[in-house]
């Protein structure tokens, strides 16, 4: 075999084997992805059970909860910064636990199909 199909032959294994890597790597945060939402959604299937225990056994603590949660988001919805913090934050957080699956034409698309506005 000449030098030069040697060489050729190494960088296409080497990047067969980068393409490999690269795939797993996708296909394990993929796996954690659905982990954390499994997780999720098994928070949320107990919420409301966990508040209604949380309000038999401690009804004062609830209600300083809520009263500091309403303090706190009428501070944010009520200033300008406040609401830039809030959409800088919510933006952040959808990018990172969706992948950056998210861009203005797929909101449109997506937006059209439950308004019936969209083509097709």
């Known amino acids: 075999m000449d030098p030069v199909n040697a060489n050729e032959q190494n960088t296409t294994t080497r990047a067969r084997r980068l393409w490999r890597e690269a795939s797993h790597d996708q296909a394990l945060r993929n796996a954690e992805r ?3 939402i499994r997780e999720l959604a098994e928070v949320a299937r107990n919420l409301g ?9 401690r009804p004062y603590v609830l209600v300083g909860s809520a009263a500091v949660l309403g303090f706190v988001a009428g ?8 609401q830039l ?9 959808a990018r990172n636990v969706l992948g950056g699956e998210i861009d203005a034409s797929s909101i449109q698309a997506n937006v059209g199909k439950f308004t019936g506005e969209g083509a097709g």
């Open 85 to 93: 913090v809030l959409a800088v934050s919510l933006g952040y957080v």
């Open 75 to 82: 501070s944010l919805l009520g200033s300008r910064f406040g």
């Open 34 to 36: 659905r982990r954390r």
């Open 49 to 57: 059970s966990q508040l209604d225990e949380q309000v038999h056994k």
